[in-house]
């Protein structure tokens, strides 16, 4: 299964995190709107959370994406998200809302946030006490100690990118449109069309790969960012340089976008318009296999990219690392390499 290979390697928390994120089955959106919601209460450092405090945060989550997306399940009706929207156009109070989330808000999220394929996550975010006498939820140690780790404050935009990719792809129906999904390297945004040919601004390119190589530059496994004006945030690199962009076609498919560290590519020994070594395409290869592997709404714009198959995906990327070889003429398998790395990460 697609999250125990991302959790093999010395997995920490963000990475259990991100599992629970990015490789959940989402037939809604209410795994997204808990998860953002326990990152703003988290820091308030309080353990015990009742549902009306829970309820707060989480229907203000939903409320803020149905009026970009209408469509946040995949079900035919839900007497919640119907408040939801109530509340929108001024027909039901504040209060009328948290009474509603609290009764039917929490029916099934709760339960199920920590479920993967596989089973559930080693680690726990919170503790179900909705039957007991808190009648709410307790945060444990992890959550909290994830929020001391570097890679925290890039959470949020992972999960808000995971979000906008699933309720697009529930906006336009099936996920097969997103199909046209395209890279706007200009504004490094991720781009699709409707079906009347309308561009549709999904997410940040940033934001919607980074939890995927595990908040690590794809070269060195250096920490980067996302965070907006960050001194350590990512660049969105072309692994098939750019500047090849005449001789390999889709050169801005999602295939070959990777984030990197702007030391490793664009510092005084970086990458720039070179090709990375022939070592590097596999581990390219793995990051492409998560986002295929965990019902990720751009699986099938990478399989429709690259191949039906894991064969066919490998002979693909050495079908365009030859070609690029070929063009910028080398015949050696050797290319540029980080000047240095840490401990591999996926």
Not at 233 to 242: G, K, S, T
Not at 323 to 341: D, I, P, V, Y
Request: hydrophobic share 35%; glycine share 6%.
């Amino acid at each position: 299964m697609s999250e125990s290979k991302f959790l093999a390697i010395d997995p920490k928390l963000e990475d259990y995190w991100r599992a629970i994120i990015l490789f959940g089955k989402n037939v809604a959106c209410y795994k997204f709107a808990l998860a953002k919601s326990l990152l703003e209460l988290a820091p308030q450092g309080k353990s015990i959370i009742t549902l009306e405090d829970l309820a707060e945060p989480y229907s203000r989550h939903i409320i803020e994406h149905l009026k970009i997306v209408d469509k946040q399940t995949t079900s035919v009706s839900s007497r919640f998200l119907d408040a939801c929207r109530k509340f929108n156009t001024g027909d039901i109070t504040k209060t009328r809302l948290i009474d509603t989330t609290v009764q039917r808000g929490f029916e099934n999220v709760i339960d199920a946030f920590h479920n993967l394929s596989v089973g559930e996550t080693a680690v726990r975010f919170f503790v179900d006490e909705r039957r007991g006498a808190n009648k709410g939820i307790i945060l444990t140690n992890e959550l909290f100690k994830l929020l001391e780790k570097l890679q925290s404050e890039n959470l949020p935009h992972e999960v808000e990118a995971r979000w906008r990719l699933v309720e697009t792809a529930w906006e336009l129906n099936i996920s097969r449109n997103l199909i046209s999904i395209g890279y706007d390297p200009n504004n490094q945004l991720l781009f699709t069309f409707s079906d009347r040919r309308r561009r549709v601004d999904v997410t940040s390119c940033r934001d919607a790969l980074n939890g995927y190589q595990k908040g690590k530059c794809f070269y060195s496994f250096a920490d980067i960012s996302i965070e907006p004006g960050s001194t350590n945030l990512a660049d969105v690199d072309h692994f098939i340089p750019y500047s090849l962009n005449e001789y390999i076609s889709n050169i801005d498919g999602v295939w070959n976008l990777v984030l990197s560290s702007t030391e490793c590519n664009r510092g005084k020994r970086g990458k720039f318009d070179r090709l990375p070594d022939i070592k590097y395409l596999d581990r390219l290869h793995n990051r492409n296999e998560f986002l295929i592997t965990s019902n990720h709404p751009l699986r099938e714009t990478l399989i429709q990219q690259t191949g039906n198959t894991t064969k066919h995906r490998r002979n693909f990327l050495q079908c365009k690392y030859r070609k690029a070889q070929s063009r910028l003429g080398t015949g050696s398998n050797h290319g540029w390499k980080s000047e240095f790395e840490y401990p591999v990460t996926f």
